[in-house]
């Protein structure tokens, strides 16, 4: 009996689903080291034209070559690192069309598709460049021909691959996961047998290929990742040659000095006293710190202030993270807690602690494993980036970053002025859990954004206020109000747990509150503490984002 093509088609069919490629974008000669593919909603191949690029997905590396394919998934992050020459590749977006409100590409369609495999150069150049040539043609015809083209390089894909080509990309897979094993054990014994075994491979084969992805032998590439890690040891702290030797897997010192000479020239002894050069700086106590050149290893203890860190393009090991999403930035920084905990800092290994005035308690004992430089986080932002750019030896960077805020600051009042009266006055209120309302009096947080000379101004007899000396707040006296915020414009902040909703209804409550001027005209605006941050991070973002929450 034969059965009908129908039926036949409906017992295996992928929900009524076709697969259409919306954009095929294409990179040529790139130089950059680096290059982190946009996110995006749909799935992609990426298609290795020219060159041989390391390609990073998951924590995983693998080396590209021509004619690689590789499945990139919905918001997965891939980056490509030039590895020598430049390189080009091609990029299709390609999604799943049905009935279905919300078609997703079937799972078993998925399974079938190779993850990562090598075809043939001329297939992919042949695609990329039929596929190029008629961009600019709009005609239905032209658009069939692109889909037509597509759903056959599908196919392809999906037939069974070549035993060789599947054979050969999944040997070099192997082998880099002996790589990366190597740059994660190094300090462990490790044989070329036991590497080979390891990827399952002939001795012989597995040499071969591993001179092939990293210009080494297994040995000479094991004892460079070694002597690497070692340097950076013998800059990190002023440990013992031997000490060193240990943690990168030599128990022989005598061979670790001979095998660290041939590498670098130096013996570790010479090499530790040219490399690790300091300077001195005075912290805000006015006390002589030594500072480490060049400190990759910092940790900082002060999460208020971390975002000066980090608008100068430096990512610590180890901060106080409570007020901080784990960004892509900190992803590989970890948390120290708050009181400072010394066992985390001592497992880090840093060069250099930058520590608060909160901090300053345990200035003795990281003294004992670190550089150490007191900072002072009540320091006004210009001058903490400037003593930052001091320490780090970025004084440039610190400097061109102050310049842009300042020009963003001004480019944004000009683009308000037509939303305030000249001469407009300002208060900043903070309204606490408690209930208390404070005012906010010194340039800090919002204040520097809204005092700026085209902003808002301040009343003549709110100037007169004065807070308590290294206090930014004034408490608000509830039966003075009306004689405090005299102001055509409040904006409240209020704490975590609280709407903006409930404030207006509890301050509400405050007699006078109905009387003052900016209540009466309706100019009071509520906005969450998170706003009110004064590190550089946020100052920026509130001037992005200011203008919206002004409405």
């Known amino acids: ?55 990073l997905a998951n924590g995983r590396k693998r080396f590209g070559e021509p004619g690689t394919c590789m499945l990139i998934a919905p918001e997965e992050r ?30 078993e369609l998925l399974e079938r598709i190779p993850k990562s495999v090598v075809v043939p ?72 047998q036991d590497l080979a075994d390891r990827a399952e491979l002939p001795r012989w084969h597995y040499l071969r290929v591993f001179k092939q992805l990293t210009g080494h032998t297994p040995s000479g590439y094991i004892t460079q990742v070694r002597i ?92 106080n993270l409570r007020h901080y999403a784990i960004t892509q930035q900190l992803q590989e920084t970890k948390e120290i807690g708050f009181p400072l905990n010394m066992n985390t800092v001592r497992e880090l290994r840093p060069d250099l602690v930058l520590l608060s005035r909160y901090g300053y308690e345990h200035f003795e004992s990281i ?29 440039d960077e610190a400097q061109a970053w102050i310049q842009l805020y300042d020009e963003r600051r001004t480019e944004m009042w000009e683009r308000l002025q037509s939303r305030k009266a000249k001469g407009e006055t300002a208060a900043i209120l903070f309204y606490a859990k408690s209930g208390a309302v404070y005012v906010m ?8 954004l809204l005092y700026h000379p085209l902003g808002f101004e301040k009343d003549e007899k709110f100037k007169r206020l004065r807070p308590r000396k290294g206090e930014y707040y004034i408490a608000l006296d509830p039966e003075s109000i009306a004689e405090t915020l005299i102001a055509d ?10 709407t903006a909703e409930k404030v207006q209804t509890e301050l509400q409550n405050l007699a006078d509150w109905q009387t003052l001027p900016a209540v009466r005209a309706d100019r009071v605006h509520y906005m969450h503490e ?20 002004w409405d």
């Open 367 to 395: 003294a004992e494993i670190s550089s150490i430089v007191g900072l002072n986080e009540y320091a006004p932002m210009e001058r903490r980036l400037h003593k930052l750019g001091e320490i780090l030896d970025m004084r």
């Open 530 to 549: 998170r706003w009110n941050g004064e590190d550089a991070l946020s100052s920026m973002r509130l001037i992005e984002h200011f203008p919206d929450l």
């Open 78 to 107: 891939v980056q490509l690192i030039r590895n020598g020459s430049p390189y080009s590749l091609g990029l299709i977006n390609f999604k799943g069309v049905s009935d279905d409100p919300d078609p997703r590409l079937d799972q």
């Open 121 to 192: 150069l001329h297939v992919l150049q042949f695609l990329v460049d039929e596929q190029q040539r008629e961009n600019d043609l709009s005609s239905v015809w032209a658009e069939l021909n692109r889909q037509q083209r597509f759903l056959s390089f599908l196919t392809e894909l999906l037939k069974p691959q070549r035993a060789d080509k599947a054979l050969l990309f999944d040997i070099k897979n192997k082998v880099q996961d002996t790589i990366s094993h190597i740059e994660q054990n190094y300090a462990s014994e490790l044989s070329v």
């Open 228 to 319: 690497e890690q070692a340097k950076s040891l013998l800059l990190q702290s002023e440990g013992k040659v031997w000490e060193v030797a240990h943690q990168v897997g030599y128990p022989d010192e005598q061979y670790f000095n001979r095998r660290f000479k041939q590498q670098t020239g130096n013996a570790p002894g010479e090499y530790a006293r040219l490399h690790n050069a300091v300077f001195h700086v005075n912290d805000w106590q006015g006390n002589r710190c030594k500072v480490p050149v060049a400190s990759k290893r910092i940790i900082y203890d002060d999460a208020s202030t971390l975002g000066d860190l980090l608008v100068l393009g430096v990512a610590p090991i180890g901060a």
């Open 1 to 55: 009996m034969i059965t009908p093509f129908a039926e036949r088609m409906s017992e295996r069919r992928f929900d009524a689903l076709s697969v259409v490629m919306t954009s095929l974008s294409r990179g040529s000669d790139i130089q950059d080291e680096k290059l982190e593919l946009e996110q995006s909603a749909e799935y992609r191949f990426l298609l290795i034209l020219q060159g041989n690029p390391l390609l």
């Open 441 to 448: 009096h010194r340039r800090r947080g919002i204040a520097k």
């Open 489 to 498: 414009r409040l904006f409240v902040f209020y704490q975590s747990g609280f």
